[in-house]
Every structure is written in structure tokens, then in C-alpha cells.
T-cell receptor, first 113, second 114 residues
């Protein structure tokens, strides 16, 4: 069974541009989560989508947004990129029921120059 | 608010030594879940174990074992006879209530030296 997939693996942008990151969950999983792992800051929860709706959001500015498509895949958009947005962005998926284990993808490494 | 503390930032052991990674958590909920993940240099987090707050039984899986103690709010992870392939960053995590938001500790970087 295929795991969580993310694309692209690496992304280089310049300050002020927009970045779009994509995630496909494990088949049968309806919940998708996004995390940011910046150097020295650990894993920070960004967003949770379930059944196409945003269910919860971490402490990030509105320029971090996303959506979930009918096939449960998801996009994370980061507008007006700043240097400190450089990080590994991890996507995870789970069954949409209570407290299910989150399984992670390989991540997208975003570098903002 | 939930919090996970992994006081050990880096540990180095020689191959075949046993090593214990500490995890202390804080939560006001009576129902919560604890997790351990492994992050090898490739970056992908690999799920290792999930434990709910009502199950304090310790668990052994091959060379891995976990010691969950509610009285001390700890969920420690032991690797027996460590191997070079165990070198990675290990994260302890907590999920409480129905929010599906997992709080991760800062991670412990384990280096196993051949």
C-alpha cells in the first residue's frame, strides 16, 4: 500500500513569491495535516483538513493557507514568502476518526532566498 | 495546554549498548494519546508506537520497549543492543481531546557509533 506522498521534494523560491506544496494521503485516509519543521524550532502544527474542511489551525499567519480536494489530497499555499519560511514541510494523513495515528510523508524542503 | 519535554537533545552510544530516551508530558485531559516517531536523515517521520492514557502496560517490540508511567507523566523509550541504523532523531508526541492536533517534543538525536 502506498504511503503519503508529497511533491515537490525540493522547492526554491525568492522572497515575496508564492509556494504551493502538494500532498496525497494514504488510500482510505480522510484527514490531512501539515507541519513545518524549521531549523531549531522543531515540528510546528500548521493545518488540519478533514472531509474538505479546515478543522484546526496552528499559530501561523493567514498567508499560510490550504485546501483539501474531493479525493482527499491537499495543497498548502504560502504567500508572500519570507526568509524564515525556509523549512521542511511535512504532510501527514490519518483515518478521520478520533485520535487516529498520523502517518507522515517524506516532506518538501522549501528554501526561500 | 499540552506540552512534551524531551530533555535529552543529543545522545551518543557505542553499538550494542542499550539506550533510553526520556519523554515527559503535561496535559489536563484524562483521555490522551502518546506517540513515538523516528526521523532518519532522509527526513520522513516513521511511526513507532501509539499508546492511550488508559493503557499503562509496557510494551516490547523486538529491540524496542516503552515504559509508560502516568504517575510521573513519562513515556520513555528504550532501544536494546543499539545498531548504527538506529541513528536518527526520535520524537515523542502527545494528542489530547478531540482536536487531532499533535504536540511534538523537540526531539532527541541519537547517534550510534560503530
Amino acid at each position: 500500500e502506498a504511503g503519503v506522498t508529497q511533491s515537490p521534494t525540493h522547492l526554491i523560491k525568492t522572497r515575496g513569491q508564492q509556494a504551493t506544496l502538494r500532498c496525497s494521503p494514504i488510500s482510505g485516509h480522510t484527514s490531512v495535516y501539515w507541519y513545518q519543521q524549521a531549523l531549531g524550532l522543531g515540528l510546528q502544527f500548521l493545518l488540519w483538513y478533514d472531509e474538505g474542511e479546515e478543522r484546526n489551525r496552528g499559530n501561523f499567519p493567514p498567508r499560510f493557507s490550504g485546501r483539501q480536494f474531493p479525493n482527499y489530497s491537499s495543497e498548502l499555499n504560502v504567500n508572500a514568502l519570507e526568509l524564515e519560511d525556509s523549512a521542511l514541510y511535512l504532510c501527514a494523513s490519518s483515518l478521520g476518526t478520533f485520535q487516529e495515528t498520523q502517518y507522515f510523508g517524506p516532506g518538501t524542503r522549501l528554501l526561500v532566498l | 495546554a499540552q506540552k512534551v519535554t524531551q530533555a535529552q537533545t543529543e545522545i551518543s552510544v557505542v553499538e550494542k549498548e542499550d539506550v533510553t530516551l526520556d519523554c515527559v508530558y503535561e496535559t489536563r485531559d484524562t483521555t490522551y494519546y502518546l506517540f513515538w516517531y523516528k526521523q532518519p536523515p532522509s527526513g520522513e517521520l516513521v511511526f513507532l508506537i501509539r499508546r492511550n492514557s488508559f493503557d499503562e502496560q509496557n510494551e516490547i517490540s523486538g529491540r524496542y520497549s516503552w515504559n509508560f508511567q502516568k504517575s510521573t507523566s513519562s513515556f520513555n523509550f528504550t532501544i536494546t543492543a543499539s545498531q548504527v541504523v538506529d541513528s536518527a532523531v526520535y520524537f515523542c508526541a502527545l494528542s489530547e481531546g478531540g482536536y487531532q492536533k499533535v504536540t511534538f517534543g523537540t526531539g532527541t538525536k541519537l547517534q550510534v557509533i560503530p
